[in-house]
């Protein structure tokens, strides 16, 4: 069995920099509110879960950030005002493009007496400029908010600080929670302080059942936002029943469903209505196309569509 929220919340200490991530927060979302600007959180990468309070070894997950940094992108490219929380040092929005030598690929050196410039290759230019001005435009707008975590419960403290935020959007407010969060957790009580030691023998490690946040978050802190939930599954015969059964059970609105392995060429959208399946080409794959491109202008849709309903603009 889980434990409560509230539980979960009174054992958990926030993270040291809350006061001011909350602050941030606040003007983001109160500028663009008084702006009539849509507001979407996109959440992105895995949390950690932590083997020590002075932490060497933590528990992790594959997730890369590759869906939340690109979906980020395309939800600004439509006017949306973003909130941006990632795991520390997973991929972000622009600078995803030029990840690890393919930034210092595209640079070259030249010197000539005294005066050493770099450049960008000129093949390189066509590829930089348009995430360049992009970038640009998104920060000089003040369009893009980014608020970083590493461990699950930082996660759930600043979740719930955007949501008290994003309550005052109304229908005008979207949660894509596409991080990959865990499920288990271990209580701060039962972590040594200090570095395991080996000498101890093997730890016996005991995982806790992290509460269903998407619960109290549907129904009590943003009841009229457009709530997006992921599900990633493994096996392919559970996927669409269990993003079915979290959208009966939580009551939002979409279930997005991806395959571990094919999850960059293949979702599944699940509503209500429908499964409406989202499928790269192969010619797509190869030349580099986001699938996240069609399923954000899909999302973007279907919120308008809910605003519509709701009587806002
Ligand atoms: O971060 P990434 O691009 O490597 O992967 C994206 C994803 C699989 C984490 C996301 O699409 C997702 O399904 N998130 C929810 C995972 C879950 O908890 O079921």
Redesign the pocket.
Known sequence: MSGSWEEFFATHLPPTDFEDNRSLLKEFCERHDRQGHKIVLVT???TTVPLEHNTVRFVD??????????SAEYFLEQGYAVIFMHRQK??EPFTRHFNGPKLLDMLEIQEQANNTTIRVKQDSVFALAPVLSRYQAAHAAGAILHIAFTTVSEYFWLLRAACEVLAKSGPRALLY?????S?FYIPKDSIPTHKMQSESGAPVIHLHLVPKMLAPLVNLWVPNAFVI?????TDENLLIPKARAALEKYKHKVV???M?QT??QR?VVVTKEANQEIVLTREEVHAGVDIEAPIVEEIIRLHGAHVTSRGAR
């Open positions: 992105s990468g895995g997950n594959f997730s890369a950030g590759k869906r939340g940094a690109a997973s991929l929670l596409a991080a990959a969060v499920d939930s992921f599900k990633l599954e997005i469903a991806n571990l999850r960059h979702v």
